[in-house]
């Protein structure tokens, strides 16, 4: 069985890369979403490797959310420059790991997009999106996540459908463009057909 990468073993011992950017606050964030990964993982009765994957994915995620944009878009190719400064540090944190050798399709994947969604995501990436969204310390809405982490993990695929769904209402009701990854995450949670041609590399 490969290992774990050093960086991501670090990070399930609560340890962030010396590149990471956060505040003291992001940290608090990032720590309550390794927390619940960490719960979640054991309740699926996951091996030990694949626990410790899911609660670095939970710190790393938002590694590089206090960093400069003009930073993180040299870390990306040209079609990533676009996105909104908000949404660079997934897939900017999920570059930088894998510069510094991590190969695991998964962990990157879950990190890249963890705040849009992609219809790469697999388990660890949906439990990754859900954790985010649902971990207590966020003060909106806080009947509709204690409902929903209640349900976790065994509803995970109903619980993260049903917060993409909220969150492009929001985004609608604002008069906000949807992003072509949300939506055919949101397609391919409704059975849509596997989009194994849609790249998930950055």
């Not at 505040?23 to 490797?49: I, Y």
């Amino acid at each position: 069985m490969a290992r774990n990468h050093p960086l991501i073993e670090d990070a399930a011992r609560g340890i962030l890369p010396k590149w990471s950017r956060v505040s003291r606050t992001r940290r608090a964030h990032m720590e309550r979403v390794a927390e619940l990964m960490d719960r979640w993982s054991r309740a699926r009765g996951l091996r030990k490797r694949d626990r410790r994957r899911w609660v670095a994915v939970g710190l790393l995620h938002d590694a590089l959310k206090g960093a400069r944009a003009r930073d993180m878009r040299r870390l990306l190719p040209e079609e990533f420059h676009e996105l909104p400064v908000p949404i660079l540090h997934g897939p900017a944190a999920a570059a930088r790991l894998e510069r510094e050798g991590v190969e695991d399709r998964s962990v990157l994947n879950a990190i890249a997009f963890h705040t849009l969604g992609h219809p790469s995501l697999d388990e660890l990436g949906r439990a990754l999106y859900a954790a985010d969204f649902l971990e207590p310390g966020r003060p909106l809405r806080p009947k509709l996540r204690k409902r929903l982490r209640k349900r976790m993990p065994n509803e995970l695929d109903a619980v993260v459908t049903e917060i993409v769904g909220a969150r492009m209402r929001y985004q609608m009701d604002r008069g906000r463009s949807l992003r072509p990854e949300t939506v055919a995450f949101w397609n391919e949670l409704h059975g849509g057909a596997r989009w194994d041609h849609v790249s998930a590399e950055y």
